[in-house]
């Protein structure tokens, strides 16, 4: 099941802040998340995984509510560099010992000056 | 640049051809992972590879074949081809095969099916 990210769109000015949620429907091992600018390649941003682990850099941080299966990727003081769209990748039971993610229709974030 | 190379960039064919997208991973990472991305489906998962075997399968359709060879290259060969198949098709790599992974993704490959 593909996880529901909210919202779907947000436009922020420059040192504005914001919150994109991520949402499964089934437990989470772990959320991944992007970031993918227009006609390039998504960039991982981190990872958090069940336990409370997470694995990630810059000034963007995030949470893993393992009960209530959400993430929420938080951006504070937003650059014009953070435009883009942003996906979480769930990983839920797979089974066999493979996993694989499970991407959001993504949101789509601009900062404008 | 991720360090994770795609060929071609571009693709235009007919429907009903067959095609072949490649992918080399960066250097060191065993697992290799498909997707596919159109506008109203966002990043879809295929299929996975680590060190030459299959590992998990995700939405990929019967018409679309994939394997990893021993130099860990891969190919996604895609068949029988539909307008509906018209995408950006991305490869990433990651070092091993576990959720704590992160993944590293090619430029992509743009198909467009006339």
């Known amino acids: 099941q593909q996880p529901v990210q909210s919202p779907q769109a947000v436009i922020l000015r420059e040192g504005e802040d914001a919150v994109i949620n991520c949402s499964s429907s089934?437990?989470?091992?772990?959320v991944h998340w992007y970031r993918q600018k227009h006609g390039e390649a998504p960039v991982f941003l981190m990872i958090?995984?069940?336990?409370?682990e997470q694995k990630g850099h810059e000034k963007i941080s995030a949470s893993f509510n393992e009960k209530k299966q959400q993430s929420s990727l938080y951006l504070t003081a937003s650059q014009l560099s953070y435009s883009g769209t942003y996906f979480c990748?769930?990983?839920?039971?797979?089974?066999?010992?493979?996993?694989?993610?499970?991407f959001g229709k993504g949101t789509k974030l601009s900062v404008i000056p | 640049d991720s360090g994770v190379t795609q060929t071609p960039k571009h693709l235009i064919t007919a429907t009903g051809q067959r095609v072949t997208l490649r992918c080399s991973p960066r250097?060191?990472?065993?697992?290799v992972y498909w997707y596919q991305q159109s506008l109203d489906q966002g990043l879809q998962f295929l299929i996975q590879?680590?060190?030459?075997?299959?590992?998990a399968k995700g939405n990929i359709l019967e018409r679309f074949s994939a394997q990893q060879f021993p130099d860990l290259h891969s190919e996604l060969n895609l068949s029988s081809l539909e307008l509906g198949d018209s995408a950006l098709y991305f490869c990433?790599?990651?070092?091993?095969?576990?959720?704590?992974?992160?993944?590293?993704f090619g430029p992509g490959t743009r198909l467009t099916v006339l």
């Open positions: 990433a790599s990651s070092v091993g095969d576990t959720e704590d992974n992160e993944q590293f």
């Open positions: 089934k437990a989470l091992y772990s």
């Open positions: 958090l995984l069940k336990g409370g």
């Open positions: 990748g769930t990983e839920g039971e797979s089974g066999a010992g493979s996993y694989q993610l499970t």
């Open positions: 250097s060191g990472d065993l697992s």
């Open positions: 590879y680590y060190n030459g075997e299959e590992r």
